[in-house]
């Protein structure tokens, strides 16, 4: 009964419930109950450390700057100041074109 009040009880707190709550208090069945989890925490421990490092790693490949295939994010890439005042200047080009189109359309129609 003492190793059980030694727990910490916001760590084990399940595990302790689950123990008083068992029909016998025998030694061996406290025992057993200890070993049980002891095996079910490292488990899990393993699991979660696998699992971390699966994301990781998917994370890891799937940042690719579609600019230069770098592997940072789009924002920190340092080509992107160059990329933006070059599609600025296209779209100002392409506006013009536009705006020349209009006005050669409105001259023919004029005529």
Known sequence: MAMIHALPY???SAFISSILMLNGLTKNNVL??????????SAAEEEATATAAA???A?????VCYLCKGDHK???CPHLLTAQSCINKEDSLSQRSVENAEVETWEQKLM
């Open 74 to 76: 789009i924002m920190e």
């Open 32 to 41: 057993e109950a200890f070993h049980t989890e002891e095996v079910q925490c």
């Open 55 to 57: 994301i990781a790693a």
């Open 59 to 63: 994370a890891a490949h799937i940042i």
């Open 10 to 12: 916001e760590e084990y």
